[in-house]
Every structure is written in C-alpha cells, then in structure tokens.
C-alpha cells in the first residue's frame, strides 16, 4: 500500500478525486503573544493506492498529532482531562470485475483540522497509520510572527 499526503489549508476529496488549496504546509505562524493553546488551522490529504490483494477488506485509518520531541499532542476535555488529538477511519475498497491481479485502486480521503490546539511553539507532525503500520510522516513547525 502506497500512501501519499499533503499538509494544506483546504482538502476535499469528491468522487475519489482529491482538491487541495494552499498545498505544501511545513510551517504555520502564529501572531506574536498568543497563549496557548495555540489554535491553528490545518488540512490534510490523502492519496492511498491500494494493490489488487488487498481490495475486498476493511483497512483502519489512524491520522495523530505528534510533538517531535515528546510525542503524542493531548487536549483538554471539558471535564478536565485531556486526549490524544487523533482521528480513525475505515474503508473498504470493492474489486472491480475488470481489475486483474497485478492491478492497483487508489481512495482519497480529506480532513480539515480547524482550531487544532497546538500546546506552543515548536516541532509537530501529523502521523498517518493504516492498518496499524506507520505509513506517512507530516513535519511542520509552528513559529511565532514578529510584531514590527
């Protein structure tokens, strides 16, 4: 399985096509002085090129934001804990009669993160999981923009 992905400002996925706007993220900047949690907005897309065996069968689909120094990125709940910041799909890609062993399907997905809580400045990554298998890493970096 072969995974493509890009961070973004708008991703929507339409009739198995995907429609990215603002394309390539690796860095967000935020206004001077703002406290944290610092809420960014982020999108991503997905292209997942699926082989021929593998069609037929439900695959998990785990999207989770990672600080690149401690891990896993929590957010607060309204009672007063706090969770992972993740997202799980599934899907299940049919076989088409005219597909032949050898031959490869693809499934775009699109999520749109608006107000991700970013706990501060610094090194994050979105980390995409399918069937339990890490299959794409995302950096980006969150700085802060300079009052002048």
């Known amino acids: 399985m072969l995974v493509d992905a890009i ?32 809420g960014i907005s982020l999108a991503i897309g997905i292209i997942i090129t ?5 069609t037929d069968q439900r695959h998990d689909v785990d999207i989770s934001l990672l600080e690149r120094v401690t891990g896993i990125v929590r957010a607060p709940t309204v009672d007063g804990g706090s969770e992972p910041i993740s997202m799980e799909l599934s899907f299940n890609l049919g076989r088409s009669p005219d597909l032949t ?10 999520a749109n993160l608006p107000g991700l809580p970013i706990p501060a400045i610094g090194k994050y990554e979105l980390l995409v999981r399918i069937d339990g298998q890490t299959r794409r890493r995302l950096p980006f970096r969150v700085t802060s923009i300079a009052e002048s």
């Open 7 to 38: 961070l973004c400002n708008y991703a929507e996925a339409v009739n198995n096509q995907l429609y990215i706007a603002g394309g390539g993220i690796d860095v967000v900047q935020i206004p001077a002085g703002m406290e944290p949690p610092l």
């Open 50 to 54: 699926i082989p021929w065996s593998q």
């Open 101 to 110: 062993d050898g031959d490869h399907q693809h499934v775009c997905l699109a």
